[in-house]
């Protein structure tokens, strides 16, 4: 069971994704290369945050369009995990393997901060870890997380179950007042039709491990690797 | 040589918190007629060109595929000879 970490110019979360998936679920990983047309032999790829390209023109406007992108929709296509987490939401977004957009942060501040999340969906190869309802703790780092997509897309996403996570406050209450960043109905982290891509602006690689002081983003990683278990079997 | 200068901007009805904050510092200086302000970005390229409508393509291809996101951005352009 492999899993790949994908690096473009500018990626700065990557070692702690590829810690968890190394050392915490102690799992073979390997870095995959924006260049690269071949991931070769992945079960799942991680996205992981940064400035790609220096998130110049759009966060991931220029990243979306790497080799290595067409590769990734092609496994996400044949059904293959892929999550991407900030700036790898964003290049999810843009390479329209999910909806909506990032836009900049309602208070045109850079947010850096733990953030109270609210699972709303734990049935997904990505959140079974949690129920619905759990609130979990997540830092976030971003200055364009402020989620929108048009109204039909939303309220089609939200009759899908396809919100993840929402922002809250620590009894899990979710409401404009613990919105952080102006997204749309309070949206964190979003899951695509067919159940296999997720996009997130909060960091669960930084809140794996435990050393760190948090570590109930164990479970989005622990909950990929169960599902490729049950799967391969 | 054709010159192509490309605006985008973020569609309407999508909250411009740039705009709003420069609406404000105008307003606290008192430009109070300052309704409403847009914040959008121009892209000026120089294109090694001729023909007028294949550069018109070319950049309306440029801007469905990297240079506008139609998610949230529009996008105008004017090119011209220099």
Redesign the interface.
């Known amino acids: 069971m492999n899993w790949g970490v994908l690096l473009f110019p500018g990626s700065n979360c990557a070692e702690d994704c590829f810690h968890a998936v190394d050392k915490i679920l102690g799992k073979p990983v390997k870095y995959l290369w924006h260049k690269d047309t071949d991931l070769g032999d992945v079960d799942a790829i991680i996205i992981p945050g940064g400035f790609s390209y220096g998130d110049h023109?759009?966060p991931g406007?220029?990243a979306h369009?790497s080799p290595a992108m067409t590769a990734v929709k092609e496994f996400a296509a044949n059904g293959g995990l892929v999550i991407g987490i900030c700036n790898g939401f964003q290049i999810l977004?843009?390479s329209r393997m999910l909806?909506?957009?990032l836009?900049?942060?309602?208070?045109?501040k850079f947010l850096c901060q733990d953030q109270n999340l609210k699972v709303d969906n734990a049935d997904t190869p990505f959140t079974s870890e949690y129920a619905a309802g759990d609130v979990v703790v997540f830092p976030i780092a971003h200055n364009e997380g402020n989620y929108?997509?048009?109204p039909d897309t939303i309220a089609e996403m939200e009759s899908n179950g396809q919100i993840l996570f929402r922002y809250c406050n620590p009894e899990g209450e979710v409401s404009e007042k613990t919105n952080p960043n102006?997204s749309i109905n309070s949206i964190a982290g979003i899951i695509n039709r067919t159940g296999n891509v997720v996009g997130m602006m909060p960091h669960p690689e930084r809140s794996a491990d435990s050393v760190l002081g948090l570590s109930n983003g164990k479970g989005v990683f622990v909950s990929m690797l169960k599902h490729l278990e049950a799967k391969h079997g | 040589m054709l010159k192509a200068i490309v605006t985008v901007m973020l569609k309407k009805g999508i909250f411009d918190p740039q705009g709003r904050a420069v609406q404000n510092g105008l307003d606290s200086i008192g430009f109070d007629k300052v309704k409403k302000v847009r914040i959008g970005k121009q892209l000026e390229m120089d294109l090694e060109m001729t023909d007028m409508a294949t550069a018109e393509a070319s950049v309306h291809d440029m801007c469905d595929k990297m240079l506008a996101n139609p998610v949230v951005e529009s996008y105008s352009f004017e090119i011209k000879e220099v």
């Not at chain 1, 836009?103 to 045109?108: A, C, P, T, Y």
């Open positions: 023109l759009r406007a220029i369009l977004t843009e909806p909506g957009s836009l900049q942060n309602r208070g045109l929108y997509a048009a102006g």
